[in-house]
């Protein structure tokens, strides 16, 4: 596959500590092992890595087929800081960068695995694979048709814009991550496929786009994950917003990263870091907001001594961190880890903010965990922590119609019942309007869900047919049948 070649060409065009001049990763992988500079590892190496040689020939060839459909990324620090390879395959971190069998169906995975086996010529292998990728909904809430805007000049590359309130950006340069999440609902950005991705090359499109809407309060900067920019990029793009009033409506930045996790070092000692660090001191000096919002799936991700300075020069630029994850099997589907992680996050200043469903993309067969268990999670996690953890919210189920707090489980007139309310909605009229779905106990997404008390339909149904000019919403293609 292409893939991670091309992946790995523009992370390391993109990112401060790419490989020293005219040194290849492909070729002579030990020197990159130094773990100071960033170096991704993708699925070429995976022979060469050493912790994986204890795995049987059979496991790490399953590796190779997966990492074909699903993007793979790791780098140095992943492998030997925050991995316990005495745990694996338990590990969570593990778990959550290295691909695993389970990761696709066994139809697919078989289609597959015998191309490889017989080494077909790369015409069929590519073929399959683009077959699998389309039918795992490499874009789940219709992003790439329903919220790309629009403007008199045409349509806005680059730009999601689903909230009144918040614009989303993503960069091209920070279309990859330092490593990749085998769960990530943007895998399809980093399979190397144009049809999949969503990036905007020039800034000019960012700010004219925010010029002529002062409705909107709130950008996130995301990817991929932005921190692989180098610093002087990420100025492009922030600098204006403080340097010109035609931005003053623009109050909260948000950056979202999970660069804490995999590559602290960002913000420590990468060639730019400090000038990263001045960047958003500056913003925050000039009256707005900053929010770093940090991706952690489980306390193991943030107990290095690397991390946890990141984590304090981050803080001491005025930014504000927040926390947010899905519930994944196979990684944090207990609330001791929920409980644990809140707390740490509390004590290094973090604020933890969300807690997600697994959204219904990529790998979802292999993390997803019903909405029940993922509201008891939740629920028993919450109560086990002090006032100042439970800013957090969810569980949430970022959906076609917005995001989906699920409230609980009740028995109402004598019926099992979903709690629902909207946290977000295409319609601001919709948050906080709490709903019911009959209880499922296999649901584990909206599209499982059906209105409870015998009603044909949620109540904002009628109107988000309207709203995407009768587009098929794939949350209720199931549930209208
Ligand atoms: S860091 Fe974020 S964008 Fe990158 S793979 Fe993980 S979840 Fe996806």
Sequence with gaps: MTSDHEASARHDDAHAGGSPAGHSPA????????????????????????????????????????????????????????IDWDNVPRDPVYQITFPQRGMLDDADFDRVADLMKRDAPAKDVNAAVADIRDRLNPHPAGQRELNIPQTEQGTVEGLQHKYRETVLFFPSQ?????????????????????????????????????????????????????????TRVMERYLQPLIDDPRF????????????????????VTDGDAADMLRLLERVVASGKSVAIMAHFNHWQEFGTDVGREAIRLLRATGAVIRSQAPALAHVNDSPEIW????????????????????RDTGAKCYFEVPLDKVWSIFNRAMRSVSGLARTVRGPSMSATPGKIEVLGVQEVHGEKVFVLRFLQGRNPEWVGRPFFAAFNPEATWLNHLRPAFGEEKFFFEDELAEMTGGASIPEFSVAAE
């Design 248 to 267: 003053d409506h623009i109050r909260n930045i948000r950056i979202g990263t999970k660069a804490l996790t995999f590559w602290p070092r960002r913000f």
């Design 339 to 358: 409980e644990r992680m809140w707390r740490e996050q509390v004590a290094l200043g973090i604020i933890p903010y969300y807690m997600f469903v697994e």
């Design 27 to 82: 070729t002579s992988l030990t020197a990159d092992f130094s773990g100071e500079r960033f170096s991704p590892i993708t699925a070429r190496h995976l022979d060469e890595i050493p912790q994986l040689q204890k795995l049987s020939g059979e496991d790490r060839f399953a590796m190779k087929v997966v990492s074909s459909v699903l993007p793979f990324r790791s780098n140095r620090y992943v492998m030997d800081s925050l």
């Design 174 to 230: 920070g279309q990859t991550c330092h490593a990749y999440c085998s769960f990530c609902f943007r895998w399809a950005q980093f399979v190397g496929d144009k049809t999949y991705k969503i990036a905007a090359n020039e800034a000019s499109g960012l700010h004219d786009y925010l010029a002529g809407h002062p409705d909107v309060s709130d950008l996130l900067i995301t990817g991929g994950d932005p921190m692989v920019m180098k």
